[in-house]
C-alpha cells in the first residue's frame, strides 16, 4: 500500500514509519522541516518526504494515489494559547489534501474522551477527530489514555519521580484512576487497522488490561526497578501549585506539565468494545510495558523521545534559520587544539551531555541547569535521547541539536535555555585541528551584562571542555 503519514517526527509516527517499512509499504512523510529528517529511514527506497505545513498548505499537493493516511499531529506541549484553533486548521488543511486524493482510509490516534468535563486538550483531541470525518474517505479512530514506552512523556515523568524521589509527598489526582496502554500495542492497533472495512467511520478506545491510579502506577513502576517507594497525599495542592511540583521534579516543560495537570485530574478509561478481537491483539500490563522499555534504554535502541518534539524546548520553526552562525554584533569564544585522536575526539563529542556530561566542571553546567528550572526554562533533566547518536532536531540538556554530520565532523548546538539573546556551540575537526566555539548573540542591554556576568566561567569551563576533548588515552 502507498500511505501518506502525518507529524514524521513525532513520537509515535517515527516508530510507526519503521513497523510499516518492515512490511514493504511504500511511505510518504510529511514533515515540516526537511532538515529534521530521521537517519533511521532518510535513505530508504520506500520513502519519499513531502514538506508540509499544515497551518499553511496553498502550495502543497499530494500524490493523487495514497491508499491511507496516518493523522498523528498534536500539540500537547504548545504553549499557544490557542492551540485549539491551531489544531483544527491542521486538521481542516489535512482533510482538503487528502479528500484530492484516492485515499480509502484515514487512521486517527486521539485521546480516550468518556467524562463529561474534559481537559482543553481532550477536547480538541475530539474536536479534531469530528472535523476528520468525511464522505470521501474512512475514518478509524483509536482513543488512548497513557501511553507507555522508552522514551514517552508519561514513562519518562514517572521514571523522574520514581528514581529521585524515597518519599513523595504529591497532589490528590494521583488517585485518579486511568488505564495505561503499552506503546507496542498502539504501534499493532494503527498498523493492523490498515484496510480493514469493518474499521471505517468508527471510534474505539484501546488501553492495556488494568485500571490503575497514577499513585499504583507510580508504586508499580519502583517495584520493576527494585525501589521502595512512601507516597502520602495532599488535598491542598490546586492545578497551579501542582504544575509547578511536576515541572521542577521531572523533566517535562511547564507547558506540558500544566496540560498533563489538566489532563490527570480526569479518568481516562476505556469503554468495553471488540476491538481486541477484531484485530487480534492480547495488551501486555503496566509492569511488562515498562520492563520492555528498560530493555530498550539499556541496549541504548529508544526509536524516539517527547523531547525530540521541537515544541518541548524555547523554538519550533524551521532549524535552517538557525544554522546560520551570526557574525556581527556577537560575542565569541573560540579555542583551536591540536587533535591526538580523531576518532576518539569525535565519539566524545556525540557523547557529550546527559548522562557524560560536559567534562570540564559538570557542577556549574548542572547549577545552571538548576537556574534555568527556577526562570521557566528546560533545564538539564532533559537529557538525550541516544548515549552516542545524534542528529538534527534532537534535545541534548539545555541545548537543540542543529547540525550533526560526521562526515564533515561537525557538531552545532542552539541553546533553549532561557537567556536574554540566542547562543550556539560549535564543535568542528579540520586537518586535525578541534575547533570549539561559543556564539552569543545578546538582546538589548541585558544580554550584554549577561555576557560579561559570565566570562570569568568561560576562562576555565570551556578551556577545561576542549582539553578533555582532546587529551584522550
Known sequence: ???????????????????????????????????????EFEHHKNVTFLKVDFLNTDKV???????????????????????????????????????????????????????????????????????????????????????????????????????????????????????????????????????????????????????????????QFAEVRGFKRYIYTLPVLSPKLSSYWLYFVTSTSFNLAQALVDSMKIEVIAKPNNINKILKIKPITYKEAVALAFQKIEQNDVVSSWKDAMSSGVFNDQLAKHIQLPEFGCFTDVRVKTIKNEEKTLHKIWSIGGQNGWYSFNWLWKIRGYIDKLFG??????????????????????????????????????????LPGEAWLEFKITNGKLQQRAVFRPKGVMGRLYWFMVLPFHAFVFKGMINSLINIK
Open 61 to 219: 499537493v499530494f500524490p493523487k494515489d495514497i491508499d491511507a493516511a496516518y493523522y498523528l499531529i498534536h500539540s500537547m506541549s504548545t504553549d499557544a494559547n490557542n492551540f485549539e484553533d491551531l489544531e483544527k486548521i491542521c486538521a481542516v488543511n489535512f482533510k482538503k489534501l487528502i479528500e484530492q486524493t484516492k485515499a480509502k482510509q484515514v487512521v486517527y490516534l486521539s485521546g480516550i474522551v468518556n467524562d463529561n468535563s474534559l481537559s482543553k486538550h481532550l477536547k480538541s483531541r475530539f474536536a479534531v477527530e469530528k472535523t476528520l470525518r468525511s464522505k470521501q474517505y474512512g475514518l478509524t479512530t483509536f482513543r488512548a489514555g497513557i501511553v507507555v514506552g522508552s522514551g514517552s512523556a508519561s514513562f519518562e515523568i514517572v521514571r523522574d519521580i520514581v528514581e529521585k524521589l524515597p518519599v513523595m509527598i504529591t497532589p490528590r489526582w494521583l488517585n485518579t484512576k486511568t488505564q495505561p496502554i503499552a506503546v507496542r500495542d498502539v504501534l499493532s492497533y494503527l498498523e493492523k487497522a490498515l484496510d480493514k472495512e469493518e474499521l471505517f467511520n468508527q471510534s474505539f478506545d484501546i488501553g492495556g488490561p488494568e485500571v490503575l491510579t497514577y499513585k499504583e502506577m507510580l508504586l
Open 377 to 418: 526554562g528546560v533545564g538539564l533533566r532533559r537529557g538525550r535521547t541516544h548515549k552516542t547518536h545524534l542528529e538534527a532536531g534532537d534535545p541534548l540538556d539545555f541545548w537543540r541539536v542543529l547540525l550533526a554530520d560526521k562526515k564533515e565532523k561537525r557538531l552545532l548546538l542552539f541553546a533553549e535555555m532561557k
Open 1 to 39: 500500500m502507498k500511505i501518506l503519514i502525518t507529524g514524521t517526527t513525532g513520537y509515535i509516527a517515527k516508530r510507526l514509519v519503521l513497523n510499516l517499512l518492515e512490511n514493504n509499504h511504500q511511505l510518504v512523510c510529511c514533515v515540516r522541516d526537511l532538515d529534521r529528517i530521521p537517519d
